[in-house]
């Protein structure tokens, strides 16, 4: 049974940082393409950012130079560095598993989800 399980998220300042995780199990995770999505009130879910099962990484352009997507295989783990946050990084977070790393489409595992809110 897949597994998706985010942690990190919370309240922070306009320009702090915050560091999301995500705990996969019941699949090969070294063979799988890992992305984080999120989705804002009102808005479509969209990508931030995606890494391959090689290491290949895309981002979206509004999180270039803040945002650092990484993977450790050995702990079945993703992470999500969150620099200079804005209160347009708002919205709920998603881990995604799929198998292709082909990030135009929204496709393959997902967690539950974690609030991200940025504010003063």
């Known amino acids: 049974q897949v597994q998706l399980v985010e942690s990190g998220g919370g309240l922070v300042q306009p320009g702090g940082s915050l560091r999301l995780s995500c705990a996969a199990s019941g699949f090969t995770f070294s063979s799988y393409a890992m992305g984080w999505y999120r989705q804002a009130p009102g808005k479509q879910r969209e990508l931030v950012a995606g890494?391959?099962?090689?290491?290949?990484?895309n981002y979206a352009d509004s999180v270039k130079g803040r945002f650092t997507i990484s993977r450790d295989n050995a702990k079945n783990m993703v992470t999500l560095q969150m620099n200079s946050v804005k209160p347009e990084d708002t919205a709920v977070y998603y881990c995604?598993?799929?198998?292709?790393?082909?990030?135009?489409?929204?496709?393959?595992?997902w967690g539950q989800g974690t609030q991200v809110t940025v504010s003063s």
């Open positions: 890494i391959s099962s090689g290491g290949s990484t």
């Open positions: 995604n598993a799929r198998t292709e790393a082909i990030w135009t489409l929204a496709y393959g595992y």
